[in-house]
């Protein structure tokens, strides 16, 4: 489990085939002497397990799975990415619970500068969108945002400057992919309440646990 607060913007340092899937050499600032082999480390928001250690770099396998739903399947030598480690017990929860699980590629669609914030707007998938609401959390490329405005499909992210500097959220371009997450507590209530009744939420059902429609 992650927070979506990116630790460091590493750097792919080289890229491997192993299997169906790939292994991955990412340098990081993050002081690999408190990893161990068998941590998790979100990488641009997909769950990856710690494999070895070279110096300042990190070996892990992406998957066949991993690679054919998120960004990672193009990853590259000299790539930015963001990384974080797990949560631990006791830690403060400032962005919103993540998995490390994508759910799907996004699109940016529109990224401009809007003085006090830079603005990123985002195509979601269709099957995701219906998780997604105004004010509500989402994972980009591994980074718990708030969204503050859905049109459709489309969603508008106000990026505030600290993170612009910290990420490289700031440096998307129209066309760029990027992994999202939505938030699982969005999924299941869909899922709570599609098991309950065949007709999702409805009158009745809201009846039954005490509220009136």
């Known amino acids: 489990m992650f ?29 690999l002497g408190d990893v161990s082999v068998g941590d998790s480390i979100a990488t641009n928001g997909v769950c990856l397990t710690a494999e070895g250690f070279e110096g300042d770099v990190f070996r892990a396998v992406a998957g066949r799975e991993t690679l054919e739903r998120s960004t990672l399947a193009r990853a590259r030598a000299g790539q930015r990415v963001h990384l974080e480690r797990a949560l631990a017990v006791g830690d403060r929860l400032g962005g919103h619970l993540v998995q490390g699980h994508v759910d799907g590629l996004g699109e940016v669609l529109r990224s401009y ?40 499909d489309d969603a508008r992210l106000n990026i505030v400057p600290h993170t612009a500097r910290v990420t490289r959220l700031g440096g998307l371009r129209p066309g760029d992919r990027v992994n999202l997450e939505v938030d699982i507590l969005a999924k299941y209530v869909e899922r709570l309440l599609g098991g309950s009744t065949s007709g999702g939420l409805t009158p009745e059902l809201l009846r039954q646990y005490g509220y009136e429609p």
């Open 3 to 31: 927070t979506g607060l990116v630790e460091d913007v590493g750097t792919i340092a080289w890229v491997k085939p192993q299997g169906s899937g790939q292994l991955l050499g990412i340098r990081t600032a993050i002081p």
């Open 113 to 152: 500068d809007a003085q006090e914030s830079w603005i990123l707007w985002i195509r979601i998938p269709r099957e995701l969108s219906r998780y997604v609401a105004s004010k509500g959390s989402l994972c980009v490329d591994g980074v718990s945002l708030t969204v503050n405005e859905v049109a459709g």
